[in-house]
């Protein structure tokens, strides 16, 4: 049962985030050879206030 988590500045839309999902549930039954029923795919949204890189928040850049 694979999960696969992605973490993504906010700001993708719903049909974007649909491609997303189907993309990767299609590389699983490849690659792992699993059901499509038996993957789950969870998105975080993360706002720019909420990540820091170098130092800096990235909606301090």
Do not use: C
């Amino acid at each position: 049962m694979p999960i696969v988590t992605i973490e993504l500045l906010e700001g993708r839309s719903k049909e974007q985030k649909k491609q997303i999902a189907k993309d990767i549930t299609e590389t699983l039954i490849k690659n792992a050879n699993v059901k499509p029923e038996a993957i789950t795919i969870l998105f975080h949204d993360l706002k720019a206030d909420d990540i820091a890189k170098g130092g800096k928040l990235l909606s301090e850049k």
